[in-house]
Antibody, heavy 124, light 108 residues
Framework: QVQLVESGGGVVQPGGSLRLSCAASGFTFSTYAMHWVRQAPGKGLEWVASIQYDGSNKYYADSVKGRFTISRDTSKNTLHLQMNSLRAEDTALYYC?????????????????WGQGTLVTVSS | SYGLTQSPSVSVAPGQTARITCGGNNIRSKSVHWYQQKPGQAPVLVVYDDSDRPSGIPERFSGSNSGNTATLTISRVEAGDEADYYCQVWDSSSVYVVFGGGTKLTVL
């Protein structure tokens, strides 16, 4: 069955960096677009970034553009999010999510399976 | 940028029908997806492409999209349906994934 397991969250000072990872299993990772979505404490869902199945195209929310970088390692079935210049407003639970079944080789920009999330806290 | 508007809360008695709306400019031109999120859990896709259901989602969940409003309808509401519900679209013109603010469904 599909599994997405996020890791790498923690407490970091403003201006610091963190690298999140998402280990994927149970599906052909190399053929699906992948995404990061975050949720600040007590708030709604906010899209962060997406990457095409082959890594050739990447898309970012305005709030993170220029600070965050999404990448994927097909050899390890792992998705990453490099977060630099972190701000207090980046504090959130970060979810990894996959593009839906039926969108293999394409990017459909909605999410049929989510991990359980990893918590990032930006605080001095 | 494109925006989606949801009412903050909806309340319904068990066995009744809940309707959760998602407003957006000419939203009928976009594919709308709906997620259910229970406390402490990751979101779950319940309706995609306006009205399709993923496998394992009960037929009680249905969706529609017309004009400036998309609607998630939950028939014969159960206590276990109590959750936050989010609508979502892909805005191809701005290359942006957009979520609505979420609606908290309370089962009385």
């Amino acid at each position: 069955q599909v599994q997405l397991v996020e890791s790498g969250g923690g407490v970091v000072q403003p201006g610091g960096s963190l690298r999140l990872s998402c280990a994927a299993s149970g599906f052909t990772f190399s053929t699906y677009a992948m995404h990061w979505v975050r949720q600040a404490p007590g708030k709604g869902l906010e899209w962060v970034a997406s990457i095409q199945y082959d890594g050739s195209n990447k898309y970012y929310a305005d709030s993170v553009k220029g600070r965050f970088t999404i990448s994927r390692d097909t050899s390890k079935n792992t998705l990453h999010l490099q977060m630099n210049s972190l701000r207090a407003e980046d504090t959130a639970l970060y979810y990894c999510a996959k593009d839906p079944v039926g969108c293999s080789g394409d990017t459909c920009f909605f999410f049929d399976f989510w991990g359980q999330g990893t918590l990032v806290t930006v605080s001095s | 940028s494109y925006g989606l508007t949801q009412s903050p809360s909806v309340s319904v008695a068990p066995g009744q029908t809940a309707r959760i709306t998602c407003g957006g400019n000419n939203i009928r031109s976009k594919s709308v997806h709906w997620y259910q999120q229970k406390p402490g859990q990751a979101p779950v896709l319940v309706v995609y492409d306006d009205s399709d259901r993923p496998s394992g989602i009960p037929e009680r969940f249905s969706g529609s999209n017309s004009g400036n409003t998309a609607t998630l309808t939950i028939s014969r509401v159960e206590a276990g349906d109590e959750a936050d519900y989010y609508c979502q679209v892909w805005d191809s013109s701005s290359v942006y994934v957009v979520f609505g603010g979420g609606t908290k469904l309370t089962v009385l």
